[in-house]
């Protein structure tokens, strides 16, 4: 007898009535089988879609994320390999805030040959940058019309600083002791070299390095 349309494209074994016992237990096997093997394979899946991503040629020092401090939006710092980059932990309200207008100048200066200053408030010290993201970025762009990429607020010592600041203490043995402490990274994502809260933007030692690096080649 010729089949309908609909069980033309049923299984054999649905086809042709109730299966057997025997035959119920050869299903439930086989479905129980490809459901335990799928199980198995969920964590590998998962894994790989939650790898990290990093483009091809990114320093590790440079592979990490964060929010960017007026609108949160997430930044990768790979876009800046290439650059010597100078990161900064700053403050609102600290004797040294005033570097901020020494720090926008040297952005200013040399930011078309190759160097980028990147900021990250924190609140470590002193307890001297109390506000919200919103209202660091309006402080920082009412007061010192800063333009030089700035990121969320978070701890950049102690136990637990953030993945780039964990980075730069190992790699130079040496961590902020306060507001406005710098280090200055190569074009190639190597950190070469830190200066201290009393060192200025402006002076010899951070301009004479910063020259030296933008005239270096990839």
């Known amino acids: 007898m010729a089949l309908d349309r609909t069980q033309r494209y049923l299984p054999e074994c649905l086809r042709l009535g109730d299966p057997s016992p025997t035959q119920r237990f050869k299903m439930i096997s086989n479905m129980l089988r490809h459901l335990l093997a799928l199980l198995l394979l969920l964590p590998a899946i998962q894994l790989v879609q939650a790898a990290p991503t990093t483009p091809p040629g990114c320093s590790p020092l440079l592979s990490h994320t964060f929010p960017r401090l007026q609108d949160e939006a997430p930044q990768n710092l790979c876009q800046y390999q290439g650059k010597v980059v100078l990161v900064v ?8 805030t005033s570097q901020y207008e020494g720090l926008e100048k040297l952005y200013a200066k040399y930011k078309d040959r190759g160097l980028v200053v990147l900021g990250f408030p924190s609140n470590d010290f002193g307890q001297q940058e ?19 990429p700035m990121f969320a607020k978070s701890s950049v010592s102690g136990s637990n600083p953030n993945p780039l600041f964990k980075m730069l203490i190992a790699k130079t043995g040496t961590t902020p002791k306060w507001n406005f402490y710098k280090y200055l990274i190569d074009r190639n994502g190597n950190v070469v ?16 390095e910063i020259e030296k690096l933008l005239g270096e080649k990839i």
């Open 89 to 96: 932990n700053t403050a609102s309200f600290c004797g040294f």
């Open 130 to 148: 109390p506000g919200s993201n919103k209202e660091i970025a309006d402080f920082c762009k009412n007061t010192y019309d800063v333009k030089f």
């Open 193 to 208: 070299d830190s200066y201290g809260s009393m060192t200025k933007p402006s002076s010899s030692s951070i301009t004479g």
